[in-house]
């Protein structure tokens, strides 16, 4: 294989290199003729230079009439430049014709410039002079036609070594790119080739290693070729061949070592099986090390009562200890997942010792694993105590076997003939004389889908795969029905190890297994609807999930669903009521979803779907419609109609969800954006909305950071009378100065702080910020009547708290109460109007003010207001913006102004921005207003410095500054 892929690459770039040496010979080759142009054009550029010199002497000669004339000088200077010329061109190597004409020209100057020196050198003969210049003028022209012919045959010459050195640098581009085509799809070829020869031997090696993995050793490779993958297929033969004898020879060794071991069990041992068949202490233990169930047996040995030991961590109920023990045999089958046993020598406080043999069984959940351990105990004190326990093991033994609630089971392998007790066969409700010694009466009442596996584990211990025999099966009652039984035997054999008897108990655990099934459906729904819970949601969740990456085409879909304001409806009607609600709504959301979809209730009102086998999304937003559309019909809960919605979050199957909890969460997020649209619909999620909701939660804990790092600062609005102008009081505005993204205003973090609980946190700093400040400018500044501060107050922060917070906040400033002002939104009133009405009138009664905030935004009406013991009204920003000259909203607002009045409470307007709003609202009879008109909201410094310099008298200080 590397000799393919030396060669491959080497015929590349040998064609490469070819391709390449072709362009640079026709590029060399062009270089000599590119300097040559070069070349000529300085020639050409020389004979232009002499050229026009030429005409500039024939020019000035031709403009002088006498030799003693200025224009004299510029001829001399031009022929001496005409020679200059001439000697430059002279100094280029030249063709022989060329180089005759140059000289040619050379001698023509020569005579050029005698002539013209005659000219000048003349004496004053007009005749002479007239001669002297047409001889010099002759010349020029003669020269100068010689020149221009030289330069016209040039320029011809250096026009066809150009066309010439063109069509050899294309002859350099078309090698190149031929070179590089070819290049590329020979590349591609070596690509296809190499890639074959390499997948061909991979794939048939993969395959050998499945076969092998999978049990079926000795499995070959039939590649063969002299690369390295042939040496590879064959070292694998031989590798796979000696892992198949190996194998082979390790089978054999085991059952050789088996029988060997068999050999030096003697009868005690059959005992010992019997003494296991026996009813004995015994007790059932959760992956808690909780205690789930123990006999009375048990709790004597324990010396304790059964209350006393279910429900209590093992060690803790039976060794008064804090944690499991490392050598606990309980923990060790948990850890191993098979049975184990341990003699433990056991004293009591009284001083009396005994000897326990312990045996542990795992019980297995559905997934396969340990769910449960039944810890059987058994007294072994005599045999170890005794010289005489063989005989006192059998006489024990004929006891137990009368009266045995076990059924046993003696079986002769000779003969074939199967010995079953009373109580064997009592237990299938047979009397003595109808079941038959046959094998068959055991077999043919296994269930069918159970026999195969209890003949399989007969079969494994006869063949000495297994120690013992333990089978828990189902076996047909004399009624008809099926029951669980826990058989376990033991073969006994012979010096030569052949089996001639196998002998063991059988018992009745359909009630064990019933609590089993029992159990793991608790574990797995809920206890209230019978619908999956989370544990298995997401247990069918994560098996889409690993479909889909198999399977890409497969589509699936999460929803997320919580109910609308359900906590309102479960507070009002009670618990009761709203556990009937959540069953009623656990059937619709059946009845609205396909047979094969899941739903599951997750706690509380929230609810999972999971839709799988979808044609498209479309199929997933029909679906959610449907379930929204059954959620809005009415609720009949013991004759009272009750609605109800919920907000749902859709989240589609994509290969890039590794864990599906991440699934369930963008349903989640999803369903938090449906809430904040309105409720009562679905939302698709989209990465925007994780972004928004990481945001939050980074917003949430930079919240949490700044109550401790201090962050939170007041700014302070005046609230001027319109009657005096001057400021009554302040309205405590929360900013929150961020170490990063500088001042948030409180619209960006108020909602969040609300939705975790944090605003109650932050209402009382604001409230003993506020107080605080206002206590020391009443001090500082004695208006009278004294400044007022005003705060907003939040749903959430209406507890009976609030009330002894601004007892407490009152008591540190010594403020008189009329002093602190609180806002409060006219919604807070109206949805919990029950509610609030019994703390306001404790806030009124230590004296404090109630305002009510952003009046007109809500649904209430002003004589509904009579009810709250309010004081001021303050009309909403919205409201007051739109009374322009146009007098949009005037009249709502002189109607609110009006009804406040007749309900003996003041009006302040918020957001006053212009002249003509506050002349409006003069004539209307507002008694306060805010806005920007005067001030906008100020940091504590900045509003301290306007009350020292306008002395609360706002409107004369604004006069005077304008």
């Not at 040998?14 to 070069?38: H, M, Q, V």
């Not at 076969?211 to 079926?216: H, L, V, W």
């Not at 609005?717 to 929360?734: A, C, H, W």
Request: with cysteine.
């Amino acid at each position: 294989m590397k000799r393919k892929i030396v060669i491959s690459l080497f015929a590349l770039f040998l064609f490469f290199t070819l391709g390449a040496i072709i362009a640079s010979i026709y590029i060399k080759d062009n270089n000599a003729k590119l300097e040559r142009i070069i070349k000529l054009h300085e020639v050409e550029q020389l004979r232009r230079t002499l050229l026009i010199n030429l005409q500039t002497v024939q020019s000035d000669l031709y403009t002088v009439k006498t030799p003693f004339e200025t224009n004299l000088n510029a001829i001399v200077k031009n022929a001496a430049n005409l020679e200059d010329a001439a000697s430059k061109c002279s100094s280029c190597h030249h063709p022989p014709n060329l180089d005759k004409k140059i000289l040619n020209v050379q001698s023509l100057i020569k005579d050029y410039e005698n002539a013209l020196s005659y000219y000048i050198t003349v004496s004053a003969n007009p005749v002479r002079m007239a001669e002297l210049k047409s001889n010099a003028a002759k010349t020029g022209e003669k020269l100068i036609t010689l020149t221009k012919n030289m330069s016209h045959n040039a320029s011809q010459s250096i026009e066809q070594l150009t066309t010439y050195a063109s069509i050899k640098i294309n002859h350099a581009k078309t090698a190149l790119v031929i070179t590089l085509v070819v290049t590329f799809v020979l590349g591609i070829i070596v690509a296809i080739i190499l890639t074959k020869s390499v997948t061909k031997p991979v794939k048939e090696l993969v395959n050998a290693t499945r076969m092998i993995s999978s049990g079926k050793f000795g499995t070959t490779i039939s590649f063969k070729d002299k690369t390295e993958f042939g040496e590879l297929a064959s070292h694998f033969n031989k590798m796979s061949t000696a892992i198949k004898e190996g194998y082979e020879k390790i089978q054999q060794e085991t059952k050789e070592r088996w029988q060997a071991e068999e050999a030096v069990i003697k009868s005690g041992k059959f005992l010992h099986t019997i003494f296991d068949s026996i009813r004995d202490p015994f007790c059932i233990i959760d992956n808690n090390y909780k205690i789930v169930r123990v006999n009375e047996a048990y709790a004597e040995l324990k010396k304790k009562e059964i209350n006393e030991l279910v429900g209590k961590k093992c060690y803790e109920a039976t060794r008064g200890k804090s944690r499991i023990c490392d050598e606990c045999i309980v923990k060790a089958t948990f850890l191993s997942a098979d049975p184990a046993e341990r003699a433990n020598l056991i004293t009591y406080d009284d001083g009396t010792r005994i000897w326990l043999e312990i045996h542990t069984y795992p019980i297995f959940d559905e997934e396969g694993n340990v769910s449960h351990i039944i810890e059987y105990i058994r007294d072994i004190t005599d045999r170890k105590l005794s010289d005489e326990a063989m005989r006192e093991s059998e006489e024990r033994y004929m006891l137990a076997a009368r009266g045995a609630n076990d059924g046993l089971w003696d079986w002769n392998m000779k003969s074939n003939d199967i010995y079953y007790s009373s109580r064997w066969k009592s237990m299938l409700g047979f009397k003595e004389g109808e079941i038959k010694n046959n094998p068959a009466e055991w077999l043919d009442r296994i269930h069918p889908d159970d026999r195969m596996h209890v003949e399989t584990e007969i079969a494994a211990h006869i063949n000495g795969h297994t120690p013992n025999l333990q089978s828990e099966h189902r076996i047909m009652h004399k009624n008809g029905t099926y029951r669980w039984v826990l058989v376990r035997g033991l073969a006994v054999r012979d010096a030569i190890l052949n089996i001639y008897r196998m002998a063991g108990s059988i018992t009745d655990i359909t009630e064990r297994k019933m609590t089993e099934e029992q159990l793991i459906f608790d574990a797995l729904h809920d206890a209230l609807t019978g619908l999956p819970n989370r544990v298995l949601f997401m247990d069918r969740l994560t098996h889409a999930v690993d479909r889909e990456k198999r399977k890409s085409n497969e589509l699936f879909a999460v929803i997320f669903l919580d109910m609308d304001r359900f906590k309102v409806l479960n507070d009002s009607l009670g618990h009761t009521a709203g556990d009937k609600l959540l069953v009623a709504i656990s059937q619709r959301l059946k009845e609205g979803l396909r047979p094969g979809d899941t739903i599951a209730r997750l706690g509380g009102d929230e609810f999972a779907i999971l839709l799988e086998d979808l044609k498209d999304v479309k199929e997933a937003i029909q679906i959610s419609e449907r379930v929204l559309e059954k959620l809005r019909l009415t609720f009949d809960l013991d004759g009272q109609e009750i609605f109800a919605t919920a907000s749902l979050g859709i989240a589609l199957s994509s290969k890039e969800y590794e864990n599906p909890e991440y699934l369930l969460r963008d349903a989640d997020i999803a369903m938090y954006q449906a809430k904040a649209n309105g409720c009562n619909r679905y939302e698709v999620f989209d990465n925007s909305m994780y972004d928004n909701a990481v945001a939050r939660l980074q917003l949430e804990t930079d919240l949490r950071q700044a109550m401790n790092q201090e962050e939170f600062r007041l700014h302070y609005q005046p609230i001027i009378s319109m009657k005096t102008g001057k400021i009554t009081g302040v309205e405590g505005l929360i900013r929150w100065q961020h170490p990063l993204k500088g001042l948030i205003n409180p619209d960006e973090f108020i909602p969040t702080a609300e939705e975790t609980g944090l605003i109650v946190t932050i209402g009382e700093w604001v409230i003993s910020e506020a107080a605080h400040q206002l206590s020391r400018w009443q001090k500082i500044f004695p208006f009278d009547p004294p400044l007022t501060v005003s705060v907003n107050i939040s749903s959430k922060q209406l507890l009976p708290t609030l009330v002894k917070h601004i007892k407490d906040v009152l008591g540190k400033t010594g403020l008189d109460p009329g002093s602190l002002i609180l806002e409060i939104t006219e919604s807070i009133l109206m949805e919990s109007a029950e509610m609030v009405a019994p703390l306001l009138l404790q806030l009124k009664g230590l004296g404090v003010k109630l305002y009510i905030d952003d009046f007109g935004t809500g649904y209430s009406s002003l004589s509904y207001l009579h009810g709250f013991p309010v004081d001021v009204l303050k009309i909403d920003r919205s409201f007051i913006a739109r009374i322009g000259s146009n007098g949009d909203n005037l009249e709502i607002v002189k109607a609110i102004v009006t009804l406040a009045h007749s309900l003996d409470m003041k009006v302040i307007a918020e957001g006053v921005e212009t002249e003509e709003q506050l002349e409006k609202l003069k004539k209307l009879g507002c008694e306060y207003i805010q806005g920007f008109f005067y001030s906008k909201p100020l940091e504590m410094k900045m509003f301290e410095d306007l009350l020292k310099q306008s002395g609360g008298d706002l409107l004369d200080y604004l006069k005077n500054k304008k």
